[in-house]
């Protein structure tokens, strides 16, 4: 009897999801429900407590989370000082993301404003240390528009 062919990648995730490193998973979680409306998917705890796999998803997308592990050089942000990487986010509501989240213990860095590239852009600091961009687009533009605009020093940050 042949085993049937399994899918390389699962029929509920996308080919790239982000996979975060937090202190404290378990409280990530929670936040990320009230200031993003997450839905949990699942908690896999390791012997000692700690995360060692977690699932949400926001919007349409998966987030994947696993708490700090030094020693599997598994750091997160505060571990590190800063993070180089930016969690991009496309809501309805920019203005009232950015308002639920740092009613829930972000850090607003960059009120929402419009953007020469046709969105409303604003940007967090989560209680964990990941920078989140967050947008709702307001305008569609040709890559052409988004030159000239940027280049008529339009309000705007990348």
């Known amino acids: 009897m042949s085993t049937p062919a399994v899918s390389p990648i699962p029929t509920n995730m996308p080919t790239l999801t982000p996979h975060i490193v937090c202190r404290d998973a378990n409280a ?7 200031a993003f409306g997450a839905v949990e998917l699942a908690r896999l705890p390791s012997p000692d407590g700690r995360l060692m ?32 990487v930016i969690l991009h986010l496309y809501v309805a509501d920019v203005d009232a993301a950015i308002a639920r989240a740092a ?18 852009y604003g940007r967090i600091e989560d209680p964990f ?17 988004i030159v000239t605009a940027s280049a008529q020093g339009c309000t705007g940050a990348a």
């Open 28 to 34: 990530a979680i929670d936040f990320y429900v009230r």
């Open 103 to 120: 009613e829930a213990g972000a850090r607003v860095t960059l009120p929402p404003a419009d953007m020469f590239w046709g969105d409303r």
């Open 53 to 84: 796999h977690a699932m949400v998803r926001i919007g349409d997308s998966p987030l994947m989370l696993v708490d700090e592990f030094p020693e599997m050089d598994c750091h997160s942000p505060q571990s590190l000082e800063g993070t180089p």
């Open 129 to 145: 240390g990941h920078a989140w961009s967050l947008a709702s687009h307001i305008r569609d533009m040709s890559a052409e528009e």
